[in-house]
């Protein structure tokens, strides 16, 4: 059984920084990409970033460019995203998944159908 646990989400004032973490009870992690979503209260799950299976890769919401970078350490099978700069409509429960493609390395992540597995989430409140 695959999991994935997200860590690190806080409340922060705009402007502030945070990084979250996914760590994969996986032993393949290494061969999947992953993403980054969100979903703030009455919407829809939306991607926010994506890392290729080997980290060559990166796509980003045009929302964040610029101010989150995803990346993964296949040795510790823990994915990052380190958010900067952050604003008020940033406030989320933040998700990661994992897509389930082996070796995947193309340029899409906004397929929630995509993803076979994702953790419970947490919370990022950022005050103005």
């Known amino acids: 059984q695959v999991q994935l646990v997200e860590s690190g989400g806080g409340l922060v004032q705009a402007g502030g920084s945070l990084r979250l973490s996914c760590a994969a009870s996986?032993?393949?992690?290494?061969?999947?990409?992953m993403g980054w979503f969100r979903q703030a209260p009455g919407k829809e799950r939306d991607i926010v970033a994506g890392?290729?299976?080997?980290?060559?890769?990166?796509y980003y919401a045009d929302s964040v460019k610029g101010r989150f970078t995803i990346s993964r350490d296949n040795a510790k099978s823990t994915v990052y995203l380190q958010m900067i700069n952050l604003e008020p409509e940033d406030t989320a429960v933040y998700y990661c998944?994992?897509?389930?493609?082996?070796?995947?390395?193309?340029?899409?992540?906004?397929?929630?159908?995509?993803?076979?597995?994702w953790g419970q989430g947490t919370q990022v409140t950022v005050s103005s």
């Open positions: 998944g994992r897509k389930r493609t082996l070796y995947y390395s193309g340029g899409r992540y906004d397929n929630l159908d995509d993803y076979d597995y």
């Open positions: 996986i032993r393949t992690f290494r061969t999947y990409a």
């Open positions: 890392i290729s299976w080997n980290g060559g890769n990166t």
